[in-house]
């Protein structure tokens, strides 16, 4: 089998036959036999991976795909990006794990992460090292505002993902992964996030003046509002797992008043949005706000390494030796990674590409509006989600969503779903994905959607080469 490993050699995606092909078919029914029931990638996505570079995986029948999953977003590279390779492949031979002593590249790596902050705001944060997810970089975040504030309760908004331990799932609006988990973190309130594609008041767009910020404002100050002053409000600035969904910049600075005003910390998950995936190095530089507390992992490392950490004002920093540990919270290999990812950031412009882009999938997404099973295109920098609608009444398409999925990846294209019902097809290409690759996924997404939705049902179009027509500078 050919390598990838230089993938100049690359000739576009291929698919032959069915998919699973029959060696995946084998490692998928493993599987099943010997792992979890809570798996989920694999079920919609039936392939086993044998190998990856850059936006390319390749299956273990030889199929090869582009990759506009990316690891969930880790990936922010692409896979094994080559700088970051040689730079774990040199810590490895030195350091591996260091718990939190403090080691060279442990403390690059933090300078380095406080050198992406806005200026004003460098000085005034501090770098705790969570346990390598981001889960547990939210259990820290809460539990930094509850010791800092001493208060106990949580303000967190309807579509929101957090994770999965029982405090960030807490957070979270998924319903169905909470409801059978008895016992879960008292104190949790949520409130609508500004979803205007269906809004969670029951408001037409035009008639809308930020009712959902209105609503907080006055529960937070009303004296039988039923909520006490909470520890924190956590927000996503673009819900990930919700469906892709931008906060209107109007109720982020309203929020960011509120919290203000009242003394309440505001903490930012940015552990999908960050690290240059809405096109700056976190999102909420865009919405001229200034959190507390950042949360921040996934593409930290750009390598999948696992790391997480939270950024935040050092006002807050009242917890006492021990308030929050993890293991594997000193994963040097990360840190080395990270350190060269920040430099791949600068030298490789990664932030124009984002921009440049994501001006070139909102061209070409741009062209999906008038579909009539398309009910919303949305997106920032190289975070995009196209929701899925019937068109009689609007209610949710989750099933043609799923063909439209397992139609793209029969021709070669990798994407997960999100959102409510998962209706919403979720585009994260790594930040540095070339033109033409964003043409030919686009092209496959296009024809899929197209084909699905089609009178005839064409969902089981056989797999076919979508060549992309070049409309990019
Ligand atoms: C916004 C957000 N926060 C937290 C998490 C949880 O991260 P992890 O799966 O690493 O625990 C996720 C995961 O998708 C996420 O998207």
Same mark, same amino acid.
């Given at each position: 089998m050919a390598s990838l490993r230089h993938h100049g050699t690359w000739d576009g995606p291929r698919v032959r036959g069915d998919l699973p092909g029959p060696r995946s078919a084998a490692l998928l029914a493993r599987q099943d036999r010997?792992?979890?029931?809570?798996?989920?990638?694999?079920?919609?996505?039936?392939i086993a991976i044998q190998e990856a570079s850059g936006p390319y995986v390749r299956d273990v029948d030889g199929n090869v795909f582009l990759d506009f999953l990316s690891g969930a977003g880790v990936l922010s590279l692409g896979h094994n990006h080559p700088a970051l390779v040689r730079a774990v492949i040199e810590q490895l031979d030195r350091l591996?794990?260091?718990?939190?002593f403090p080691t060279p590249v442990k403390d690059e790596f933090t300078q380095s992460q406080l050198s992406m902050l806005p200026p004003g705001l460098r000085d005034r944060m501090k770098v705790h090292f969570c346990g390598p997810t981001g889960a547990n970089a939210v259990e820290a975040a809460i539990k930094l505002c509850k010791i800092a504030t001493g208060r106990s309760d949580i303000v967190s908004f309807q579509g929101g993902f957090h994770g999965s331990s029982s405090a960030a799932m807490a957070l979270t609006g998924l319903v169905a992964q909470k409801r059978?988990?008895?016992?879960?973190?008292?104190g949790v309130h949520f409130f609508p996030y500004p979803y205007c594609a269906r809004c969670p008041v029951g408001l037409e767009p035009h008639a809308c003046d930020i009712s959902c910020a209105t609503y907080l404002e006055r529960s937070l100050t009303d004296?039988?509002?039923?909520?006490?002053?909470?520890a924190a409000v956590i927000l996503e600035l673009v819900l990930g797992e919700g469906g892709v969904v931008p906060m209107r910049a109007e109720f982020a600075r309203r929020v960011r008043q509120l919290t203000a005003e009242l003394g309440i910390p505001l903490i930012v998950?940015?552990?999908?949005?960050?690290?240059?995936?809405?096109?700056? +190095?976190?999102?909420?530089e865009q919405y001229g706000i200034t959190p507390d507390v950042i949360i921040a992992s996934?593409?930290?490392? %750009?390598?999948?390494?696992p790391v997480a950490v939270i950024l935040y004002d050092?006002?807050?920093?009242?917890w006492a030796p021990g308030a929050h540990t993890g293991?594997?919270?000193?994963n040097q290999l990360a840190f080395a990674a990270g350190v060269e990812a920040i430099r791949v950031f600068h030298r490789e412009d990664v932030a124009g590409n984002v921009r440049r882009r994501g001006q070139q999938m909102a061209r070409i997404l741009a062209?999906?509006?008038?579909?009539? +099973?398309?009910h919303e295109v949305r997106g920032r920098g190289l975070m995009w989600g196209i929701e899925l609608a019937h068109p009689?009444? %609007?209610?949710?398409?989750t099933a043609m969503a799923r063909r439209v999925q397992a139609h793209a990846l029969r021709n070669g294209l990798i994407f997960e779903l999100g959102g409510r019902d998962d209706c919403v097809v979720r585009l994260m290409p790594?930040?540095?994905?070339d033109a033409d690759v964003v043409d030919t996924a686009c092209a496959i997404l296009l024809a899929a959607i197209d084909t699905c939705t089609s009178d005839d049902g064409a969902g089981h179009a056989p797999s076919a080469a979508v060549h992309a027509h070049r409309n990019h500078e």
């Open positions: 010997h792992e979890s029931n809570a798996r989920t990638y694999p079920r919609h996505l039936p591996t794990h260091g718990l939190d059978p988990v008895a016992n879960g973190l008292p004296s039988h509002g039923g909520i006490p002053l909470p998950d940015e552990v999908q949005t960050g690290c240059g995936r809405t096109g700056t +190095w976190f999102a909420f996934k593409a930290l490392s %750009g390598i999948g390494a050092r006002r807050l920093d009242s293991t594997f919270r000193g062209g999906l509006v008038d579909r009539p +099973w398309v009689a009444d %609007g209610r949710p398409a790594p930040l540095n994905v």
